[in-house]
Structure formats: C-alpha cells, structure tokens
C-alpha cells in the first residue's frame, strides 16, 4: 500500500502544479512530513483525510483500492465512531472474525478492545481490513454511506 500511496499522492501534487512545500502549508503539515510520505511513509488517518480533502478525491482511490477518484456523496474529515460498526458488518458479512484476521497477521488480537472505545486503527492496518475483507476505507471512515 505505501509504494502506491507515494507514487499517486505525488502524482497529485505533480498534476496541481504544487511543491512538496506549498502542499505542506495547504495541509498544514511540516514539508518533512510530505517528503517521508512520498518516500513511503503511512499518514495517520487524519492526516490522510486532509490529503484526500485538499484533493477532492477518496481514500479508496490514493491507496490504489479503487479506481474511482471520488465518490458523489463523500465528506470531508473522518468520523471515528463510524468504524467499529462497519468493521464488524465486513466481518459478518466475510463470515469471519476479529481472531482469523489476527491469525492472518492483519491485524492485533489485543486491539479490538480499544476499537470498541473508538480509538481508530493506524491508516495501514485500515487499508489491510479494506483490502482483506473487500471493504472502502472511505465507509469505514464515515466519509460515505
């Protein structure tokens, strides 16, 4: 996920004429932060949505999970309590379980109890989930229906 991460979201700020520094300020992040993520490195989730906010396009799409750069009734920002629930339709839904995807390594056993206390996954284990189980980050996320 990561490789595809750097290379679209510099293409994005390649398309939109920016340098890595005029696209920190819009964010209001450090340049440092760009350069780390174009090298590879994974955003929290909030900073993912204001990447994905400047740009008008999904999470889905800047993690190389859709092809659709944005949906018609997306949301900007991220709604944390979103999550618990739509993780847990994809796991009914895939009839598995929290343990298999432990078993898998995609995910921690011991986290599913910060979960239900709305503490959110890092951005990378939410695209494992998606990918996994078939799901959007962008609904997990609330930022769709």
């Known amino acids: 996920m990561n490789m595809k991460f750097s290379e679209i979201l510099n293409d994005l700020i390649l398309d ?13 992040v450090a340049p440092s932060k760009i350069t780390g993520y174009l090298n590879g490195q994974i955003p929290a989730p909030k900073t993912v949505a204001k990447i994905c906010d400047y740009f008008m396009c999904s999470m889905d799409f ?3 999970l859709s092809n659709e750069f944005c949906y018609p009734n997306i949301k900007n920002g991220y709604y944390p309590n979103c999550f618990m ?9 895939n009839n598995t379980k929290h ?10 056993m011991t986290c599913l109890t910060r979960w239900k206390n709305g ?5 990378e284990v939410l695209f494992n989930i998606a990918y996994e189980l078939g799901g959007s980050i962008d609904k997990m996320l609330g930022r769709i229906n």
């Not at 629930?85 to 839904?93: A, D, G, H, R, S």
């Not at 343990?99 to 921690?108: D, E, H, P, S, T």
């Open 16 to 28: 939109n004429e920016l340098t890595k520094t005029q696209f920190a300020k819009k964010i209001n």
């Open 62 to 64: 800047i993690t190389g």
């Open 85 to 93: 629930p739509e993780y847990q339709k994809l796991l009914t839904i």
């Open 99 to 108: 343990y298999r995807l432990a078993q898998k390594g995609i995910v921690n």
């Open 119 to 123: 503490r959110l996954p890092q951005f």
